[in-house]
């Protein structure tokens, strides 16, 4: 059995980022249900898929329980992963407790990162991303035309512009922050109070000091 761990927080509030990290960190694989999304082939289930999210829109559980189940089979997860992006909706959570208990594995951590809508309106709105490559970028001032990595034009998502900010939110309030209560009921949940304008490494060391305070008693 591994360590499993998901990010949870609102869109904006750097699960992403602090994915990447912990990743690192850890040595652990990063399954992120947006990028999963955004490989499907642009055809029949996948743009479905994708048109969904241009709008703001959940996908529905049973699309995004299917593909997850079809990842985390494979062998590369077997000592563990880091969530991000899932589970979004109560249902999802109770679904991912039958999936993890199929797979022989449990969840350990729910790092829920905490940030101000300022915060997280202000960090959406200088978020591009590089058409070619989809890398994201985070602009804090004038946006670059171009990708550094590959040199493609960077556009925003419609869900990136301030109607599909607000649109998000609204989600988040309504379907993913009854997620708090549910995880805070099993006492796995771990939440990181995110300081406005934070740099990445400092939440990070928030986010390692709450899986390191939960980590002992926790593990089985
Ligand atoms: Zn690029």
């Known amino acids: ?5 998901v990010l ?21 694989p990063r399954v992120s249900t947006g990028d999963l999304f ?11 898929i994708q048109e969904l999210m241009a709008h703001g829109s959940l996908v529905p559980d049973e699309k995004v329980i299917e593909l997850l189940k079809q990842e985390l089979a494979k062998s590369a997860y ?7 992006g899932f589970p979004r909706t109560v249902p999802q959570a109770k679904a991912l407790d039958a999936l993890l208990a199929e797979l022989n594995q ?11 809508e300022a915060e997280i309106k202000r960090r959406l709105g200088g978020r591009w991303t590089c058409r070619e490559c989809n890398k994201i970028y985070n602009f804090r001032g004038k946006p ?5 990595e590959c040199g493609g034009a960077l556009y925003q998502r419609e869900d990136d512009t301030p109607h599909g900010i607000e649109q998000r939110l609204r989600t988040y ?3 993913t922050a009854p997620l708090i209560n549910y995880y805070q009921g099993k006492g796995v949940l771990r ?3 995110v300081p406005d304008r934070a740099q990445k490494e400092d939440v990070f060391k928030l986010v390692l000091k709450q899986l390191g305070a939960g980590t002992e008693n926790k593990r089985k």
């Open 191 to 193: 939440k990181v109070a």
């Open 78 to 84: 077997e000592n563990g992963f880091i969530l991000d």
């Open 144 to 148: 670059a035309a171009e990708c550094s």
């Open 173 to 175: 309030r309504q379907k």
């Open 8 to 28: 949870f927080g609102a869109p904006g509030s750097g699960k992403g980022t602090q994915g990447e990290m912990l990743e690192k960190q850890f040595g652990l």
């Open 1 to 5: 059995m591994g360590r499993v761990i």
């Open 38 to 48: 955004r490989a499907l082939p642009d055809e029949g289930a996948g743009k479905e």
């Open 106 to 116: 449990a969840l350990e951590a729910v790092v829920y990162l905490d940030a101000s």
